[in-house]
């Protein structure tokens, strides 16, 4: 079966660094994928980790653990534009995407 | 660069009517997934497509039905409208057995009044 975990929202403040954690529990684990969606439009693709290790990629950068389940998202100098739902997928055998809930992440001044 | 192209951007139908969603994949992209994202929802599997034969289904109801055609084009046919209908409708395609890579077209509003 599938299910992934994310926090439903966070805050943090313009410059700074945020972490949104994803664990999962899949049966057919295929690559972990990170989108950025802005409400109303589509996702928007961020980062793809598939094996153990941090992937690096301007401001962002994704952390996963196959053994642990786990992945995070971290982002860098946070700027306003950033305000945005944070979605963790999981590609499961057949390649479908799961999603997790999103976590709904504020930057304020 | 070519983008995945949803049609229509918004649709309004009533009850009980039928609707019809059309996306069209980035060139040589041969494997299509539909999701459908409900108010503060995430998106949720519907069904996918590889080279014109269906690959996996998720959770569509049974009023709904979709094909891909020769062009790679894929519809998602929806009858008996139900309120709960209601939602943006994504598509998204990517080339079979290639990591990473998934690109959503900028979805349909589908609203049922």
């Known amino acids: 079966g599938q299910n992934i975990d994310q926090p439903t929202e966070m805050t943090a403040t313009e410059g700074a660094i945020v972490q949104i954690n994803c664990t999962y529990q899949?049966?057919?684990?295929?690559?972990l994928f990170w989108y950025q969606q802005h409400a109303g439009e589509a996702p928007t693709f961020l980062s793809y980790?598939?094996?153990?290790g941090l992937e690096e990629k301007g401001r962002f950068s994704s952390f996963l653990s196959r053994s642990k389940g786990y992945s995070y998202l971290l982002l860098k100098e946070l700027q306003m534009k950033d305000s945005a739902s944070y979605l963790c997928?999981?590609?499961?055998?057949?390649?479908?995407?799961?999603f997790g809930q999103g976590t709904e992440l504020s930057v304020k001044p | 660069a070519a983008g995945v192209i949803q049609s229509p951007r918004h649709l309004i139908k009533e009850k009980r009517e039928t609707a019809t969603l059309k996306c069209y994949p980035i060139?040589?992209?041969?494997?299509v997934y539909w999701y459908q994202q409900g108010p503060g929802q995430d998106p949720q599997f519907l069904i996918s497509?590889?080279?014109?034969?269906?690959?996996d289904k998720g959770s569509i109801p049974d009023r709904f039905s979709a094909q891909q055609f020769s062009d790679y084009h894929s519809e998602l046919n929806m009858s008996s409208l139900e309120l709960g209908d209601s939602a943006l409708y994504f598509c998204?395609?990517?080339?079979?057995?290639?990591?990473?890579?998934?690109?959503f077209g900028s979805g349909t509003r589908l609203t049922v009044v």
């Open positions: 998204a395609s990517t080339p079979r057995g290639v990591g990473g890579g998934y690109t």
């Open positions: 899949t049966s057919g684990f295929n690559g």
């Open positions: 980790n598939v094996l153990d």
């Open positions: 997928a999981v590609r499961w055998a057949g390649g479908k995407l799961i």
């Open positions: 060139p040589r992209h041969d494997t």
């Open positions: 497509f590889y080279e014109k034969m269906q690959s």
